[in-house]
Every structure is written in C-alpha cells, then in structure tokens.
C-alpha cells in the first residue's frame, strides 16, 4: 500500500431502507375502523439512496429516471413525499438524486407504495443527518399512501417500517404482537396487477349501495380478525387457517377477489393448505395460505406455481426461524 496508511472511505450515499408488508387478516374492513394483522415480509424490501447532485432533484428508478418536476402521474406519491419531507427538514428541493431500487412486487398488495414513501423518508433524514421519529416517519409515509391509496387505513406504513407483526384497531390504535407457532404462511404473487385505491372505491360504492348487508361483512371480517388474534395466541394453526378461509369468502362479497385467486386459494386448499385467502387490495395481486410443516409449505408453493402463480416464498411464523 502506498504511502503505508488507510484511506477513511465516506458513505456515497444516505441509505433509507423499507420493507415489503403482508396482511394475514382484515384488509378492507380496516378501513373501517375494523382491526386487522399484518406482518413484516422482509423477503422483499425497497432502498432509497440519497447522493449530492448539483440541480434540480433528480430520481433514478426502474420506471422512470429523470427531474423530479417531470414524474409521471404513477410516481406522484413519491414526488410529494420528497417535497414534504424537505419541507418539514427546513431543506430546498434540489441538489440532490434519489436512486430507487425495489424487490417488492409492485401493486400486488405487499406495501410497495408505503415502502417507497417509508424508504425514501429515511433517506433524506439520513442525508440531512437529522434524527427521524417514528411519528414523523408514519406521518411522512401517509403523504404518499394518500396519493397512492386515496384514504389509506394507515396499516401499510406501519407494517413495512416494523420488525413485529402490527394488531391494529379502532381506526388507528396499534400494538405489536409477537407471533411463534408452528406453521407457514405460503405467500403467491398472481402476477396480476391489483389497484388498491380501485377496490377500496369499490368497497365504498358497494357500502352506499346495501349499506347494511356491505356493513354486516365488514363487521363479520373484523370478528374474524379477533378470533385469528386470539387463535395465534393459543398457537393454533388449524383454526387460525379456517378463519382465513372464512375472510376470503366474505371478502369475496365484497366483490375484490377475483378468479386468480380463487383459482389459486382453491388450489392452495386441495393440495394441503389449511386456510387461504387473498391479502391487500384484491382484483389482483398476492394471496397467502397456511400450512402446519415445511414439507407441505413447499408442496403448496409448488402446486401455486404450477396452477400459474409467478413467484411464491415460504414464510415461517415461528420466531427467529427463516
Ligand atoms: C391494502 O394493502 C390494505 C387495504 O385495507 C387498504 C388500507 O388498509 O389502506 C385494502
């Protein structure tokens, strides 16, 4: 080595990093104020790196690179958060780039959208060197969901920034909640593109339509989420799983499954599976079922595969296991 000392290496970038969410009970109804349980999914996450670039603030992503001012009309959340989040730092909008990159699949139901306002967020706190509350950092996140979802329950913003499962309820409380039993979770990508902001609309105009029965389901999906709370609890999979099976009949009233994933549910069930439903938004997306044993899990995930799933992963509920 010349000259015989180390060269102290600088960060090149401030790194903000979210991961990709998964709900296992009460998607929709907690949108009215019903619970709901949603897990991490670190399988897949979003990086958000923020380097000096003299200028105006660019963004460099898999669909689009170029100014911020000249996002297209899907990236509209991000550009709000950017703007948000300097202004609550006391920063111009410039001089800057934010390289995006993401594993999450996008509109599938598994957080993408919160995990990019969440990581984008974190890294302009780490850029500007100020230290990020939690509170700030959900209140930042929503400024995207609200762009990207319309009237977003909150769920998605905390579940993509936590390391333990979320029980939400009542609108806005939220706890932690620690899941360990013996069973995994098989999560399927269908491949097709759900809108959550579509089918949550489409909750609401079915709601001003038959408001009471619409209402009866709703409340129905969030006793379901009760029931699960107190059946992971007891470490009990086979009733946690037919109370997964339960909420996507009724969230199929509520006309946001469609047949892909009822296709694909189905088959989770006939090939072993002790519950199944879709997870987030529906007409679309990502669906999960229960297994009791790993051998299954992977039984299940292939058979989702060959019935057209494009990518699956097996999850493991018990603590600490992979
Ligand atoms: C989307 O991942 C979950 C929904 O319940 C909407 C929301 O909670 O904002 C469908």
């Keep these: 080595m010349k000259g015989g000392f180390l060269l102290k290496t600088l960060p090149q970038y401030a790194l903000g990093i979210a991961h990709g969410k998964i709900i296992l009970m009460g998607e929709h109804s907690v949108v009215y104020g019903e619970p709901a349980i ?56 410039e001089n800057f780039n934010i390289f995006i990159e993401s594993s999450i699949p996008p509109q599938r139901g598994m957080g993408s959208s919160a995990a990019v306002s969440a990581a984008i967020v974190r890294s302009l706190y780490n850029f500007f060197e100020e230290p990020l509350s939690y509170e700030k950092l959900l209140e930042l996140t929503d400024v995207g969901e609200r762009i990207a979802h319309g009237n977003p329950s909150g769920l998605d913003a905390k579940a993509t920034t936590s390391t333990d499962a979320v029980y939400f309820e ?87 499954s469609n047949e892909t994933l009822d296709h694909l549910t189905e088959t989770a069930i006939q090939n072993g599976a002790i519950g199944a439903k879709l997870t987030g938004g529906g007409r679309g997306g990502c669906m999960i079922a229960l297994s009791e044993n790993k051998e299954d899990a992977k039984k299940i995930a292939e058979a989702l595969e060959d019935a057209g799933a494009i990518q699956t992963w097996v999850h493991s509920l018990k603590m600490g296991e992979l």
């Design 38 to 93: 949603a897990l991490p999914f670190p399988a897949v996450e979003i990086q958000a790196k923020t380097t000096n670039n003299k200028g105006p603030v660019t963004v460099e992503s898999f669909y689009y690179s170029g100014t911020l001012n000249e996002v297209p009309s899907l990236l509209e959340n991000i550009k709000a958060v950017i703007e948000k989040t300097c202004h609550t730092l006391d920063q111009a909008v």
């Design 170 to 256: 009542n609108g806005n409380d939220f706890s932690y909640m620690s899941i360990d039993m013996e069973a995994y979770l098989i999560v399927a990508d269908s491949g097709e593109i759900g809108n959550t902001k579509e089918t949550v609309q489409a909750v609401k105009n079915l709601l001003e339509k038959f408001p009471e029965d619409t209402e009866e389901i709703i409340h129905k999906l969030g006793d379901l989420v009760t029931y699960a709370k107190d059946a992971i609890d007891f470490k009990d999979p086979r009733t946690l799983g037919t109370l997964m099976s339960k909420a996507h009949h009724y969230l199929k009233k509520l006309t946001v």
